[in-house]
């Protein structure tokens, strides 16, 4: 099955530095690569996603990246806020219609 | 609209007691996952029921767990002889038919003592 392998598990950075959290996945086979945050005490929420025949997606201060070949894809978020603060799992799926492998997640602690 | 909903929000029960969680999907919603978070962990997959298609239970632990879902309505995920390694947040989750995106529910909180 596929396995899903997500670094750092913490990252602290200062309020509008970038933070770039990255995943590794098993299965060539997956080809849907959503990102949830997770704020404290709260329900996870998707914030991006990416699908196998692009290699970026951006959003405002968020973007992620895909290499297919490296079977590995990554968080950008740029200009952070302390808003930013929560904790983000990526997720792989061989289709976004069936189920996710999710990292074990990485708390991104932003300081003022 | 209403969003996806759990209850109860936090469950104490004794080890080897019985435990029903219940999930109320968002309304239209054909898919139905839930998921295991535990103390600083990732979610991990347990079930998924997709329609009237058979569920894909492949996540399930031991045969202490089973879930159910009634047509494309509520779903009930049952522990039974609960341990405490079942301690967790069980997180539902819905998604549209068409849709890749999953909503999630609040989650349970289970502590079994």
């Known amino acids: 099955g596929e396995n899903v392998e997500q670094h750092p598990s913490t990252l602290s950075v200062q309020e509008g530095d970038s933070a770039v959290i990255k995943c590794t996945y098993s299965?060539?086979?997956?080809?849907?690569f959503p990102w949830y945050k997770q704020e404290l005490g709260k329900r996870p929420q998707l914030i991006i996603d990416i699908r196998s025949n692009v290699g970026e997606k951006k959003d405002q201060r968020i973007a992620v990246t895909l290499n297919k070949t490296a079977k590995h894809f990554s968080l950008h978020i740029t200009e952070t806020q302390p808003e930013d603060s929560a904790v983000y799992f990526c997720?792989?799926?061989?289709?976004?219609?069936?189920?996710?492998?999710f990292g074990k997640g990485t708390m991104l602690l932003v300081s003022p | 609209g209403a969003g996806v909903s759990q209850s109860p929000s936090n469950k104490v029960t004794e080890k080897g007691k019985d435990v029903e969680l219940r999930c109320d999907p968002i309304s239209g919603h054909t898919a139905l996952y839930w998921y295991r978070q535990r103390l600083g962990q990732g979610l991990e997959f347990l079930i998924y029921?997709?329609?009237?298609?058979?569920?894909?239970k492949s996540g399930l632990p031991s045969d202490r767990f089973s879930a159910e879902r009634t047509g494309e309505s509520v779903s009930t995920l049952t522990i039974q002889r609960t341990q405490q390694e079942d301690s967790a947040v069980y997180l539902c989750?819905?998604?549209?038919?068409?849709?890749?995106?999953?909503?999630f529910g609040p989650g349970t909180r289970l502590t079994v003592t």
């Open positions: 989750a819905s998604r549209d038919t068409w849709a890749y995106e999953q909503y």
């Open positions: 029921f997709q329609g009237n298609s058979a569920p894909d």
């Open positions: 997720a792989a799926s061989d289709s976004g219609y069936s189920t996710l492998t």
């Open positions: 299965d060539s086979a997956s080809n849907y």
